[in-house]
């Protein structure tokens, strides 16, 4: 069974940082793409990074370029999301995402606050 766990959400003041962790299990995480996406309340999902299997290439949503940095350990099975520079705008519940054998997962979510 596919299982995504994340944590390290919470409530942080602009300009803060906060770091998330997706810890995966019930596939062989080294060799699949990963994924973060965000939901903002009241809004759609909002794709904000990927990372390569092969060789940890990545890619950011223009929103958050620059200012985010994802990352994994194939070793601890685990992606994970820098965010630096918060912005109010920040604010959702963030997920991560696999696609496995033609099926996209996905975990519980991580809610980030960024408010003063």
């Known amino acids: 069974e596919v299982q995504l766990v994340e944590s390290g959400g919470g409530l942080v003041q602009p300009g803060g940082s906060l770091t998330l962790s997706c810890v995966a299990s019930?596939?062989?995480?080294?060799?699949?793409?990963m994924t973060w996406v965000r939901q903002a309340p009241g809004e759609g999902l909002e794709w904000v990074s990927d990372?390569?299997?092969?060789?940890?290439?990545?890619t950011y949503g223009d929103s958050v370029k620059g200012r985010f940095t994802i990352s994994r350990d194939n070793a601890k099975i685990t992606l994970y999301l820098q965010m630096n520079s918060l912005k109010p705008d920040d604010t959702a519940v963030y997920f991560c995402?696999?696609?496995?054998?033609?099926?996209?997962?996905w975990g519980q979510g991580t809610q980030v606050t960024v408010s003063s």
């Open positions: 019930g596939f062989t995480f080294s060799s699949y793409a």
């Open positions: 995402s696999a696609n496995f054998r033609g099926s996209d997962y």
């Open positions: 990372i390569n299997s092969s060789d940890g290439s990545t």
